[in-house]
């Protein structure tokens, strides 16, 4: 089984390279983080993708708890670990990475690393790979169409609030009891420690988007108001 990981820790950091190379090549005018972007949405829903298909039992989607991971738990999350660890090359290439981002992909790559040393817990960290990846999709859709032309746009307000909606109801509803689960099983410190941390982070985040969202709400009002008294 390690081996199996190796190598598909391995082929799936070339496999994201080769998808980056790939987007570069067919949208050469974009930016470097417009291709980034494209592989990390695919990534997002290859994640969602996978994690979703390792839950058996659906009305008990976390469980059981502190348990031996199954095979099926640690290749996604050894994809997801090749994820992490191509995304913070390529962002230490772009000169982007700055400390929310590093303290994310330190916790990420920590986590996802020592989860799969131990080969256990690997229930309550897919589900963690579901929560976080679940609204990155229309995280990324929110600044390809800045690029594409359409900034201050209806279609652009909509990703921002369905974005903001998604990110609350994974991170702030299901996150802070996945944060509860963790602490209170029997899992190693380690993994208790990446899965607060990651809460945290997440809570700075949605303070961030809380602040994104009132000055979207204002403005696109503010606009909408003078629309209307030019148009009377």
């Avoid at 090359?89 to 992909?105: K, P, T």
Wanted: aromatic share 10%; with cysteine.
């Amino acid at each position: 089984m390690e081996n199996q990981i190796l190598s598909i820790v391995a082929g799936g950091v070339a496999c994201w390279t080769a998808a980056f190379v790939l987007a570069r090549n067919m949208f050469p005018k974009c930016s470097l983080e417009f291709c980034n972007r494209l592989v990390s949405t695919l990534h997002a829903i290859l994640g969602v993708t996978l994690a979703s298909l390792t839950v058996a039992d659906w009305r008990r989607p976390v469980s059981p708890v502190a348990s031996d991971s199954s095979p099926r738990q640690m290749q996604t999350l050894a994809v997801s670990l090749s994820y992490m660890i191509y995304d913070l090359g390529c962002c230490m290439f772009e000169r982007r990475v700055d400390m929310a981002n590093a303290v994310h992909h330190l916790v990420s790559i920590v986590g996802l690393g020592a989860g799969l040393a131990y080969q256990k817990c690997g229930t309550e960290m897919v589900a963690a790979l579901w929560v976080t990846e679940i609204s990155s999709p229309l995280l990324h859709l929110r600044e390809l169409l800045k690029e594409l032309g359409y900034r201050d746009t209806q279609f652009n307000f909509a990703a921002d609030i369905a974005f903001a909606a998604i990110f609350s109801f994974a991170r702030m509803g299901c996150g802070p009891y996945l944060t509860y689960v963790v602490l209170a099983a029997n899992n190693p410190l380690i993994i208790k420690a990446m899965g607060l941390g990651l809460q945290l982070v997440s809570a700075f985040w949605f303070y961030k988007i809380v602040r994104m969202v009132r000055y979207k709400v204002t403005k696109w009002t503010s606009t909408s108001t003078s629309a209307t008294k030019k148009a009377i």
